[in-house]
């Protein structure tokens, strides 16, 4: 008895061959902080970049003046309440933070067991917000905010996630 196979669907075509040393870059950048925007296509990113084989060529490339990459995590905090805000804050970037209660001049934030406590008597909430941060950010990485916005990165490409997001200093 001949069996006969049965032919299923057609292969599916490969994926487009890529650069591995390429992939590399764009995987060490994006483990640090920073990633391809949305409305940007991958080989639009590559052929914008001076050297695609450079993963900070690769992080400050430009397509029609603006750059190509954003960070992440990162967040866009709203006017509110003080613990409104942290609870944005910790959400957007992924900070170990499970409550933030304020009682007079105090902020209290709880992360599993631990209490922190945050006099805002005379504070401006961002100046808050940054304080809350910087309590969660390890050493390897960098607190950087240009107005309400926040973002957190590696130390190895804080410099150009500074420049990309367009902020002053690093807090």
Known sequence: M?????????????????DPV??????????RGLVLRQDVSREDWIA????????????VAQLNGAYCTEPEPS??????????MVNSLADGLELPIDEALLDGDQL???????????????????????AVANTYVDSTHVLIRKDHTFAIAHRDIAEEVRQVMGALTTE
């Open 22 to 31: 390429i992939d590399a870059q764009i995987h060490w950048l994006g483990s």
């Open 75 to 84: 967040v866009t905090i709203e006017p509110g309440s003080l613990p409104d």
């Open 2 to 18: 001949l069996f006969r196979r049965r032919k299923s669907q057609p292969a599916p075509s490969p994926a487009p061959m890529v």
């Open 108 to 130: 209290t934030i709880r992360s599993g067991s631990t209490y922190e406590k945050y006099d805002v008597s005379e504070a401006d909430s961002c100046g808050t917000l940054v």
């Open 48 to 59: 914008a970049a001076e050297d695609p084989t450079h993963p900070i060529a690769l992080a």
